[in-house]
């Protein structure tokens, strides 16, 4: 069975630019939480999606937003982008509504550069 | 809110012991979980605890104390491909975990 995929995998933008990063779950998966993770520092959690529904929302501004499609792809989106917004945005999938640690798989993360 | 603190880095020989302490504050608690992190690479999940106690997986063993907000990652028989960032993590409902800033192991022959 094919892992999460995340693409592009690497994407160099500047200040002022838009961005749009996509997701796509574990086949049958149908939650999909975003992260953010720059250098040295733990993962920053985004927003948490499933069956189309934002469930969860964490301290991010408003120029993060994100959607999560019928089949469960999933994109982020960040507006206006700013050089502290270059990191590795990390989108796990699982299973279930209520899945526990175990049942959540990573991707591989796009890894944003802002000049 | 939630906080998890744990050492920055740590480093080990290989074939030694090495134990990675993680501290907690959460307003709710499901379990403490852990993660590894290969430079580059995604988390890979490696241990959860719900309960108190000790879970071993292999090389690798977890514990959890609630009443402490304690836990630790234990990793036996150390070898370089076990230098990595592991990350301890407080999950809560609605696919949202808590992840500490993560330890850097590094593995010296």
């Known amino acids: 069975k094919a892992g999460v995929t995340q693409t592009p995998r690497y994407l160099i933008k500047t200040r002022g630019q838009q961005v749009t990063l996509s997701c796509s779950p574990i086949s049958g998966h149908r939650s999909v939480s975003w992260y953010q993770q720059t250098p040295g520092q733990g993962l920053q959690f985004l927003f948490e999606?499933?069956?189309?529904?934002?469930?969860n929302k964490g301290n991010f501004p408003g120029r993060f937003s994100g959607r999560q499609f019928s089949n469960s792809r999933s994109e982020m989106n960040v507006s206006t982008l700013e050089l502290g917004d270059s990191a590795l945005y990390l989108c796990a999938s699982s299973l279930r509504q209520l899945a526990g640690p175990e049942d959540q798989y990573f991707g591989p993360g796009t890894r944003l550069l802002v000049l | 809110g939630q906080s998890l603190e744990q050492p920055s880095e740590v480093t080990a020989v290989e074939g030694a012991i090495v134990q990675i302490n993680c501290t907690y504050q959460t307003s709710g608690f499901y379990g403490l979980s852990w993660y590894q992190q290969h430079d580059g690479g995604a988390p890979t999940f490696l241990s959860y605890?719900?309960?108190?106690g000790l879970e071993e997986t292999g090389r690798f063993s977890s514990f959890l104390s609630r009443s402490d907000s304690y836990g630790y990652l234990l990793l036996q028989e150390l070898q370089m491909k076990d230098s990595a960032s592991y990350f301890c993590?407080?999950?809560?409902?609605?696919?949202?975990?808590?992840f500490g800033d993560g330890t850097t192991l590094t593995v010296k022959p």
């Open positions: 605890n719900a309960l108190d």
């Open positions: 993590a407080v999950p809560s409902l609605a696919g949202k975990s808590t």
């Open positions: 999606y499933f069956s189309e529904t934002q469930r």
